[in-house]
């Protein structure tokens, strides 16, 4: 069993920025996959961001490409998210997402994930 639980959100103006953060417990994430959700009101969950064990392959939505920057520290049992030039339209509760995983690979589709965390609102004004 793993618990997830992520913070780092808040409200932020239009080319602001703020990092994410998941703390695991339960289990260290070394042979986990991770990734970051997100859902925006009236609208279904959609993928953000994965990052495979190590952390030297990552995977962005074509929204977030260039902005935000998964990672992950093993060491610490945490999976970060770095948001930059943010705009209203990433205005959603992310979601940080784990899966145990025997091959060294990332996950893009949200029925890959057996553990998930609350939620973090993220709001970005115009």
């Known amino acids: 069993q793993v618990q997830l639980v992520e913070s780092g959100g808040g409200l932020v103006q239009s080319g602001g920025s703020l990092r994410l953060s998941c703390a695991a417990s339960?289990?260290?994430?070394?042979?986990?996959?991770m990734g970051w959700f997100r859902q925006a009101p009236g609208k279904e969950r959609e993928f953000v961001a994965a990052?495979?064990?190590?952390?030297?392959?990552?995977y962005y939505s074509d929204s977030v490409k260039g902005r935000f920057t998964i990672s992950r520290d093993n060491a610490k049992n945490t999976l970060y998210l770095q948001m930059n030039s943010l705009k209203p339209e990433d205005t959603a509760v992310y979601y940080c997402?784990?899966?145990?995983?025997?091959?060294?690979?990332?996950?893009?589709?949200?029925?890959?994930?057996?553990?998930w965390g609350q939620g973090t609102q993220v709001t970005v004004s115009s």
């Open positions: 997402a784990a899966t145990p995983s025997r091959v060294s690979r990332i996950y893009t589709s949200d029925t890959s994930y057996a553990y």
């Open positions: 339960g289990r260290t994430i070394s042979n986990y996959a």
């Open positions: 990052i495979n064990w190590s952390g030297g392959n990552t």
